[in-house]
């Protein structure tokens, strides 16, 4: 058959022509498959950076509101002048009214500003709260808005955090969140030392009042922030809570 073929010009050039088509159909089929791959792979990179745009652009709007931004400032600095949220300062211009003030409420930065008080916060979240009587510490002004304020943090890991985390996005693009939570793992004091009394209150409180699918998600951010941070401890390390998830346990990727 080759022969016949060898000896027949048109044939050898059907042949050819037959061979150069297979050849385009195939180098055809591989440029567009390696499209195909490309356009999904810049779809998938452009829905990975819309969802982390949409999850920064979000906790950046959420650490905007006054309260929340106020316990971010306390877990932070945990002392020096802070702005009182508008819902509060009703409180204050009653209290601020009726001298003498009490000595928590100075110094004054000015108008509308409180000077932050570390222990007073903590003491605000006690589980147990004192006696019901008119002097009961949690009736304060500033111990009324440290409480309120942390169930407004509260309450966002529980309803906001949750919701995105159901979007797929990874905890690293959790942006400054993991931050703060670490600090509510691991508080500082004023000394910037460990403050195991507010670490055991601020537990409490959280599992207490909310759950602990909510301690949960501010456990997993403080092992974001400690793998992406050198030298920061690792909550994994530090507590002992048969049920609380490791980063290992959940198969996160960071």
Known sequence: MWESISNDPGAIATLFAASLTALVAIGSLRFAYVQILTTREKHDEDRIWKKSEFVRTLLSDTFK?????????????????????????????????????????????????????????????????????????????????????????????????????????????????SFYCHRVIFPLNTDRQPDENAQRILREYITCYYNIRTYNVILTQAQVYALQHDGEEMPSEKFDCPGYPTAKSLGLKF
């Open 65 to 177: 509101d006054p309260q929340i931004n106020l316990i971010a400032r306390v877990l932070d600095w945990r002392e020096g002048p802070a702005r009182i949220p508008e819902y509060f300062q009703p409180l204050y211009d009653e209290m601020r009214q009726s001298e003498p003030s009490p000595p928590w409420d100075y110094p004054r930065a000015g108008k509308g500003f409180f000077e932050i008080d570390w222990q007073r916060f903590v003491d605000a979240l006690q589980v147990e709260r004192p006696e019901r009587g008119s002097d009961a510490k949690w009736r304060n002004a500033d111990q009324i808005m440290y409480r309120s304020c942390f169930d407004s943090f509260c309450a966002f890991i529980q309803n906001v955090a949750e919701d995105i985390r159901g979007f797929g996005v990874r905890p690293s693009e959790y942006a400054d969140l």
